[in-house]
């Protein structure tokens, strides 16, 4: 078949062009980090105040995650690219110039108000999961909320929520494309794009692409699971981090791609090697 | 267990001198609790003394564990006041008119308080160590080796010095209790309120527990409300029994009146069906 017989020269091209992809490669991975972070923050401080029993500090954060959980990520970027700068090109005199022209740190803005709303449900959700009488035995001991909440709560609660948030990292990850439509931000899918258009040769690239986020959600997810084993051994639950180098799947994230999920287990016994192919659950 | 007609009577001889004139230590006046349209407790008024160790019994649903958590603030009093040395818990009565308490105030009284539950209810993210000192260090401002010092000597009274390090995870149902009851009393409660602290435990570690509580009763002047199954042990701590049903008193008195010779139709037959006789 001429389409097989033709693959190297598709990946010819793919490598003459790997430093742009590399460049773009790299703004998708500080997209996804610094979104991330964001995200991350955002989500802890609004998913604690959403699970104060004070109104006046639950209720506001109730309507921010509401809000930034509803509106589009492609209609936020749109705003914050395109309307946003329209107001300053108005009114040169108005201060943060420099912030709104600033393209990519709009577009971290963006990825980590919109995941770090959804993440702060899955802190809030946490929170709540933790066993009332934990809770209960806090108030016994008098102790005051920021106390119970640092000492007690967050700690079982960091558990509970890791693989939520892992999942929304994956999905950071993948919405940090939209990146694309972004101007003067290049990331790994508008490099991409640049590579398919003038070639007119999609295979390899969209074959490359389908590889890097793989790979990429892979350490992701390998880095999530071990902060979960750590959290969980420190609540005494599971053994140590040696489990997730064992062959045994663990819970993926249900909304992962199918690729991810079928190929996880097999790419997990890799790093473990035979020493480590006990099953989870063995003790050693 | 002891049934109630052969068990010697350990009573103290001051039993009799608890009375309502002394200054009582928890006093419910007027109690009402309801969980929507469901009253728990209603009209309730009782008084606890310094010192007294009261057992509430009666069937499950009657209101006795409510009451505890009433005391602890773990539910919202819907009705009444409740005084702690003389002090309004939730509510106060200003000319007639219901207050809530400030939240500070509130806190001050509630570290006096302490509480084992029947779940035990440790901390899995610490040490048996560290549940034990955390509260002492962070809410009563206790330096960091007295209150090591002390959770040591406590964890020598509840029979496990050498778990100050294990993870409560690694320890059985009645290891982790003698746990909770130790840092319970890390805080040096004036009131410990016991909720059916062995109903979670194998029947033959039930006694090594209940061995602590007689211990700490014998040694300590804490006012203990108790809510318990164990018939024997609350015969043997405690000075004042009360039956509830349906969220009423229907009989208190001494144990030892309560358990030979109640004065109740309904006492008697709560008492044969748990006794099995």
């Known amino acids: ?284 | 267990m002891p049934t109630p007609t052969d068990a010697a009577s350990t009573q103290p001889a001051e039993a009799a001198s608890f009375s309502a004139s002394d200054n009582p230590v928890i006093k419910f006046v007027d109690v009402e609790k309801r969980f929507g349209d469901n009253i728990v407790l209603k009209d309730l008024n009782f008084e606890v003394a310094q010192g007294e160790r009261v057992t509430l019994i009666g069937p499950s649903g009657s209101g006795k564990t409510t009451i505890l958590r009433l005391v602890m603030t773990l539910e919202e009093l819907t009705g009444g006041y409740i005084y702690i040395d003389g002090q309004p818990l939730t509510h106060e009565n200003r000319d007639g008119k219901r207050v809530p308490v400030s939240k500070k105030d509130q806190k001050k009284l509630r570290t006096r308080i302490g509480m084992v539950f029947q779940q035990f209810n440790l901390f899995p993210n610490m040490t048996v160590l560290q549940n034990i000192i955390e509260a002492p260090i962070h809410v009563l401002g206790q330096s960091q080796k007295d209150a090591i010092a002390k959770a040591h000597s406590l964890l020598e009274q509840v029979g496990l010095p050498d778990k100050a390090d294990a993870h409560p995870s690694s320890l059985s149902g009645g290891q982790q209790q003698r746990v909770a009851i130790a840092r319970a009393l890390a805080m040096d409660p004036e009131i410990l309120l016991l909720d059916e602290v062995t109903s979670a435990l194998d029947p033959e570690v039930v006694d090594d527990v209940l061995n602590i509580l007689r211990q700490v009763a014998d040694t300590t002047n804490v006012t203990m409300l108790i809510v318990t199954h164990e018939m024997g042990f609350a015969r043997d701590v405690s000075h004042k029994v009360m039956m509830f049903d349906g969220g009423h008193v229907v009989e208190e008195g001494h144990p030892d009146k309560i358990f030979t010779n109640p004065e109740q139709e309904r006492t008697r037959k709560f008492l044969s069906a748990v006794l099995g006789h």
């Open chain 1, 1 to 284: 078949m001429e389409f097989f017989e033709d693959w190297p020269r598709y990946f010819e091209v793919a490598i003459n062009w790997s430093d742009r992809l590399l460049a773009g490669l790299w703004t998708t991975v500080q997209l996804t980090l610094f979104g991330g972070i964001l995200a991350f923050v955002i989500a802890i401080t609004l998913g604690l105040l959403a699970g104060s029993p004070n109104g006046w500090l639950r209720i506001p954060a109730r309507i921010l995650i509401e809000f930034f959980r509803g509106i589009s990520l492609v209609v936020l970027l749109f705003w914050l690219m395109f309307v946003l700068p329209q107001i300053w090109m108005r009114n040169p005199d108005l201060p943060f110039r420099d912030l709104v022209y600033n393209t990519f740190l709009l577009g971290v803005i963006a990825l980590g108000l919109n995941y770090g709303a959804y993440g702060a449900e899955a802190v809030r959700a946490s929170l709540t999961t933790v066993a009332s009488g934990q809770w209960e035995a806090t108030t016994a001991l008098s102790m005051s909320w920021p106390h119970k909440m640092r000492r007690v709560i967050f700690p079982q609660a960091w558990a509970l929520m890791l693989p939520s948030l892992s999942n929304l990292w994956i999905h950071l990850l993948k919405g940090s494309a939209i990146a694309y439509i972004m101007p003067f931000v290049s990331d790994f899918t508008a490099e991409l794009n640049q590579l398919r258009r003038p070639t007119d040769i999609w295979f390899s690239h969209a074959f490359v692409g389908l590889v890097v986020y793989f790979i990429l959600a892979l350490i992701l997810t390998l880095f999530m699971q071990a902060l979960e084993a750590r959290a969980k051994h420190k609540l005494g639950r599971g053994p140590s981090l040696r489990e997730i180098l064992s062959p045994a799947p663990k819970a993926i994230p249900t909304e992962a791609p199918a690729t991810a999920r079928s190929a996880e287990p097999k790419n997990m016994a890799g790093p473990g090697g035979p020493s480590n192919s006990t099953p989870a659950g063995g003790v050693r």
